[in-house]
Structures are given as C-alpha cells and as structure tokens.
C-alpha cells in the first residue's frame, strides 16, 4: 500500500504562480511512476504530467512550457511547479503512482486525495 498526499493547492490570479506537492508513504520501494492529473467537473480526469524513476518526463501537450514536474526520490516527492497559470488551469489536481505488481503483471495504482486549484481572471 502507498499513501499520497498533496499540498500546495491555492487561489491564485491568472499569471501567477504554484507549486504543488504529493509526498508519498508506505510501500515506497515498490514505486515506480508518480504523476500529476487534474479534473474538473463533469469531465473526465487529464494527464498533466509523469516522471519515472530514471527522471524522465512526460507532460500533456498543452501543459508544455508552463508546467514542470520534478522528483525528490530522497524525500519520497514528487512536485508540480505551475507557471503562467490561467483560468482553464481551474481545477483539482491529483497525485497518482504505479507501484509494484499484481499476480497478472498488473500495476497496483494509488491516487491521492487531491488539492484544488482555483485561477481568477
């Protein structure tokens, strides 16, 4: 079992700035991708962006360029730095990693209990 849990969430005006973070605990050793999706009402939840654990990186198309995901393996977190935010950037973002395997191959995939992210015009 890993637990997640984020920080960092915030009201913020459009231009602006944050920084979240989802601190992972328990059965760590077994991680291996940590990640970033954001969800709004009545929508399905989005990838924003993943880091493996060799420190590649993956984002969504759209978050390129103001978004940047990093990894403190040290520290068991994974951060989200949030720039340029506007106000489609509204929404609650979750946590998310893979960690070890089931008895068919199948990752186990943990989410965490999510930080909201407002963003006025």
């Known amino acids: 079992q890993v637990q997640l849990v984020e920080s960092g969430g915030g009201a913020v005006q459009a231009g602006g700035s944050l920084r979240l973070s989802c601190e992972a605990s328990?059965?760590?050793?077994?991680?291996?991708?940590m990640g970033w999706y954001r969800q709004t009402p009545g929508k399905q939840r989005e990838l924003v962006a993943t880091i493996n654990n060799d420190g590649i990186t993956n984002y969504s198309d759209s978050k390129k360029g103001r978004f940047a995901i990093s990894r403190n393996n040290a520290k068991n977190t994974v951060y989200l730095q949030m720039n340029d935010l506007k106000p489609e950037d509204t929404a609650a973002y979750y946590c998310?990693?893979?960690?070890?395997?089931?008895?068919?191959?199948?990752?186990?995939?943990?989410w965490g209990q999510g930080t909201q992210v407002t963003v006025s015009s």
């Open positions: 998310k990693t893979s960690a070890g395997y089931d008895r068919f191959g199948r990752p186990y995939v943990y």
């Open positions: 328990g059965s760590i050793f077994n991680i291996n991708s």
